[in-house]
Structure formats: C-alpha cells, structure tokens
C-alpha cells in the first residue's frame, strides 16, 4: 500500500529535518537563483515568482520530498 501525505505523517518528518535556518537557506537559495534567472541583463522593481510547489511522501526511504518549480529542493528523511 502506498503511504498518504497527512498532517500526522508530516508532523513526524518535521522533527527530522535539519533545523529553520539550514532549510530555510537552501529555500530562499533556490528563489533567488530563479530570481536572478529572470532578471536577465536589466533592473526591475520587482520579480514575481510563480513556482509551483509539491510535497509529497517517498515510500521507499519512509521520507518525504519538496519540489519547487520541478526542482528537488529538500528530501526529510
């Protein structure tokens, strides 16, 4: 059987993961890479991101992964 994403499940993962700072370093990393893709050679007030978020369980290592915009962003084991 398939393991499902619920609350309890993520809860559990959320004390495995490395703490605030480190995953929130990795996350904005990410953003601003893509921010400066879209930057090209000129200034811009403001760059909206549209990414496409998906959090879903990885059953073979009992974990679960984030992907942003297609892109592996964090696996909590």
């Known amino acids: ?26 996350l904005v990393e990410y953003l601003l890479n893509e921010a400066a893709k879209q930057t090209g050679t000129g200034a811009h007030n403001e760059i909206v991101l549209n990414e496409k978020i998906v959090i879903s369980p990885v059953e073979a290592l009992g974990c679960m992964k984030v992907v942003i915009g297609g892109v592996l962003v964090h696996v909590a084991v």
């Open 1 to 26: 059987m398939a393991i499902q994403l619920t609350s309890e499940y993520i809860d559990n993962h959320m004390l495995k993961i490395h703490n605030y700072d480190s995953f929130g370093r990795a």
